[in-house]
C-alpha cells in the first residue's frame, strides 16, 4: 500500500462481527477535528467503523445516525443510533450533515479491501457517495468528507462539480508521501435559488471554458441552466443573460428564462452540434439571415467566425447558443465573419461582397451576399 496513512496493520478483526475493520489513524482525527465544529442537526455518518465520527458529531448534533455493513453496531456508544446500510442503500429522509472518511485508496491485488480501497482508480467509492447525495442531504446541509491525493484530488474536485456542489477545504495535511484533505460539501446559492423558484432534477450536462452547463424541469419544460465555471477568472454569466434576452426581441436563440448573479436559465434546444450535421443551403442561409438581425440589433455575438460549436440544428433548423462574449458594437461583425466563415470553410468567394458590406451595410449590401450564396449552391 506504500508510505499512506492507511496501512493493512490499520485493521484490525471486529469480535462481534468476525470481520475487519479499520482503526481510526490521521484521517479519521483529521475529519473528526471539524466534525465536532460543524455538525449540526440530524447527522448521517457512513461507514462509520469505530464510530469516532458519530461520537464527535453528538455535542451540537439533534440525533446522529451511524451506517455500515455489518449487522452489529460495531461500538457501543448508547447515544449513536445504528443501523446497517451500503453507503444510502438501505436509509430513507434527509440529513443535515452527513460524514464520511471512505475508503478511498486505488485497488492493488484482484480482491478489494473494501475498508482501504474505494475502487480500481480510488474515487469510485466518492462517486457513487456523490450521486446519491441529493436524495439524502438537506436543501442548506453539507457533506464533510475527508481523502487522500493518492484518490486524485482533480477527479474528486471534477465529481463534485459535475453533481452540482461547491466545496471548501478546510484543512490539508502532508503526511509522508501524500496530502490529505478535508472538504465541506454544500449546495451553491444558485442551486437554492432556482430550486425554490421550482426548477427540479437539476443534472450535470456539459462544462466549457467559461461555464458549466446543468439541465432541469421548470414549469414542466426541460431548460438548460449555465453557471460560472468554478476555474473561469471572470463571470460572463450576467453578459450571457443580458444579450440572450436582447435577441430573442428577434427570434433568435433559445428562449430565456430567468437569470441571478451566477446563472442563467433558458428552454432547453434538442438537437445536435453544427459540426455534427449535414449542413444545407438553408441552414448556411438561416445562419447569415441571423447574422444580419444581430448587426441591427447593434452587438456582435463573437462566435460568428467558429458556428460549429455555438449553433444547434434543432428540427432542420439553426439556434444561435452561447451570448456569453457578445459586446456592443457601433459597427457588429456578425455578417462579416460569418461571410469569412464561409469562404474558408465552405469556399464562397464572398471577399468583395463582405468588405462592400463593412463598408456600408445596406439592405443592398446584404442581399448582394444573400444571391451570392445561393448562387454558389445550385
Excluded at 13 to 41: F, W
Excluded at 95 to 109: A, F, R
Aim: glycine share 6%; with cysteine; net charge positive.
Amino acid at each position: 500500500m506504500g508510505m499512506g496513512t492507511r496501512h493493512r496493520h490499520t485493521l484490525r478483526s471486529h469480535s462481534l462481527n468476525c470481520t475487519i475493520m479499520y482503526e481510526p489513524q490521521e484521517d479519521s482525527y483529521l475529519l473528526a477535528k471539524y466534525v465536532k465544529k460543524l455538525a449540526r442537526g440530524r447527522v448521517l455518518d457512513i461507514g462509520t467503523g469505530s464510530g469516532i465520527q458519530a461520537e464527535a458529531a453528538l455535542k451540537k448534533s439533534t440525533t446522529v445516525t451511524a451506517v455500515d455493513r455489518y449487522k452489529t453496531k460495531p461500538f457501543t456508544n448508547p447515544h449513536v443510533r445504528y443501523k446497517q446500510s451500503n453507503i444510502f442503500s438501505n436509509m430513507k429522509g434527509k440529513y443535515d450533515t452527513i460524514v464520511c472518511n471512505p475508503p478511498y485508496l486505488p485497488q492493488e491485488g484482484a480482491k478489494r479491501h473494501q475498508e482501504l480501497e474505494g475502487g480500481k482508480r480510488g474515487w469510485e467509492y466518492v462517486r457513487r457517495l456523490l450521486s446519491k447525495l441529493d436524495h439524502h442531504l438537506a436543501p442548506k446541509g453539507q457533506l464533510l468528507l475527508v481523502f487522500s491525493s493518492l484518490t486524485d484530488k482533480g477527479m474528486v474536485d471534477e465529481l463534485i462539480h459535475e453533481q452540482g456542489y461547491v466545496r471548501e477545504q478546510l484543512e490539508q495535511q502532508s503526511m509522508f508521501f501524500e496530502k490529505l484533505y478535508c472538504y465541506a460539501i454544500y449546495r451553491p446559492a444558485w442551486w437554492l435559488q432556482l430550486t425554490s423558484k421550482g426548477v427540479k432534477n437539476v443534472k450535470h450536462w456539459m462544462k466549457g471554458k467559461r461555464g458549466r452547463i446543468f439541465t432541469g424541469s421548470y414549469k414542466n419544460k426541460k431548460v438548460a441552466i449555465k453557471v460560472k465555471h468554478e476555474k473561469a477568472m471572470n463571470s460572463t454569466i450576467a453578459k450571457e443573460a443580458r444579450f440572450l434576452k436582447l435577441a430573442n426581441t428577434k427570434k433568435i436563440g433559445p428562449r430565456f428564462v430567468m437569470s441571478g448573479t451566477n446563472y442563467v436559465v433558458y428552454e432547453f434546444v434538442p438537437g445536435k452540434l453544427f459540426k455534427e450535421t449535414k449542413i444545407t443551403k438553408a441552414m448556411l442561409t438561416d445562419l447569415l439571415r441571423q447574422s444580419r438581425q444581430l448587426d441591427m440589433l447593434g452587438f456582435s455575438k463573437g462566435e460568428m467566425l467558429r458556428p460549429q460549436k455555438n449553433v444547434i440544428i434543432s428540427k432542420g433548423k439553426p439556434v444561435l447558443i452561447d451570448f456569453e462574449r457578445s459586446k456592443p458594437e457601433k459597427r457588429p461583425q456578425n455578417v462579416s465573419q460569418y461571410c469569412s466563415y464561409l469562404e474558408n470553410r465552405h469556399k464562397i468567394k464572398l471577399r468583395n461582397l463582405t468588405k462592400a458590406y463593412k463598408d456600408r451595410p445596406s439592405p443592398k449590401a446584404f442581399q448582394a451576399i444573400i444571391d451570392c450564396l445561393d448562387s454558389s449552391h445550385r
